[in-house]
């Protein structure tokens, strides 16, 4: 299992990136999927998922703002971040089961 993030950067707050997580090494589905992150000096804390019958889900934290989604055909997982908050700032990681990848940078600051 080979996940590969990308698309973070510094933003200033009430802006928006979209994270991208390619995945390769194993049949991708977008099923099962989700996005974590950890704050500095924290842990990791549970962001979004799409579960196993297509719901989404998200953290109490993000809900309105995040919006995960996928594109089986690119095996690629996405996180549409609007409204971005200074304590969104973290590395950002896609996870399938036990597996993620290097993350990406967020930083929300102005």
């Known amino acids: 299992v080979q996940l590969v993030e990308s698309g973070g950067g510094l933003v200033q707050p009430g802006g928006s990136l979209r994270l991208s997580c390619a995945a390769s090494?194993?049949?991708?589905?977008?099923?099962?999927m989700s996005w974590v992150r950890q704050a500095p000096g924290k842990g990791l804390e549970w962001v979004s998922s799409i579960t196993s019958t297509g719901s989404t889900a998200y953290a109490d934290s993000v809900k309105g703002r995040f919006t995960i989604s996928g594109d089986n055909a690119k095996n690629t997982l996405y996180l549409q971040m609007n409204s971005l908050k200074p304590e969104d700032t973290a590395v950002y990681y896609c996870?399938?089961?036990?597996?993620r990848g290097q993350g990406t940078q967020v930083t929300v600051s102005s």
């Open positions: 090494g194993f049949t991708f589905t977008i099923y099962g």
């Open positions: 996870k399938k089961g036990d597996s």
